[in-house]
């Protein structure tokens, strides 16, 4: 066996150096780190791409947030809640006729929005 490793030593020089003790050490640890450890570079990895997602969404949330204050700083306006309602929900008034016309791209549209939510 030594006969062996002495011949592949002395055809490659630089693999002197990976037989060396403190080498083998080295590289078991970082194999050990990257790989094997409960807090590896692979699971960190996992873990940022979580936390980026989750920042995501936190941001989309902080938006959707600040447009529903501004849509109820709005409706606290009478005029606007009267429009919001004749719009929303097709209210109208007693002397008036409603014509509502339906697009196909708008229903598309809509399904697409209620699938969504």
Do not use: C
């Not at 403190?22 to 979580?50: A, C, G, H, P, Q």
């Amino acid at each position: 066996m030594k006969n062996w490793f002495q011949n592949l030593i002395s055809d490659f020089p630089f693999l002197k150096f990976l037989g060396s003790k403190y080498t083998l050490v080295s590289l078991f640890f970082i194999v050990w780190m990257l790989f094997l450890d409960n807090y590896s570079y692979m699971d960190s990895r996992v873990l940022d791409k979580e936390i980026n997602e989750l920042e995501d969404n936190k941001k989309y949330y902080q938006e959707e947030i600040a447009k529903d204050q501004q849509s109820i700083k709005n409706l606290n306006n009478p005029g606007q809640t009267e429009k919001y309602a004749r719009e929303k929900y097709y209210m109208k008034k007693d002397s008036e006729d409603i014509y509502i016309i339906d697009i196909e791209e708008d229903r598309i549209k809509d399904s697409i929005e209620g699938a969504k939510q």
